[in-house]
């Protein structure tokens, strides 16, 4: 049978455990996080300079008085 200090140590083992197990699991958590949200800004990025050079400025007036100007 284990006495008192033995049971004492492999619980206290356990529980360091324990513990050492959820702070790599926060820290996984937050390691995927910070992917999730890198990506994110990326593709918003991306998005945002595609607007600007592909997007047209909306205002084809301007561009019909350009052209009747010239021709």
Request: net charge positive; no cysteine; aromatic share 6%.
């Amino acid at each position: 049978m284990a006495t008192s200090k033995r049971e004492r140590q492999r619980a206290n083992r356990e529980a360091k455990l324990a513990a050492q197990h959820k702070v790599e699991r926060k820290q996984a958590v937050l390691s995927r996080s910070k992917r999730i949200a890198i990506w994110v800004v990326i593709g918003v990025v991306l998005f945002v300079v595609a607007n600007l050079v592909f997007g047209g400025s909306g205002d084809d007036s301007a561009a019909a008085g350009f052209i009747a100007a010239i021709g």
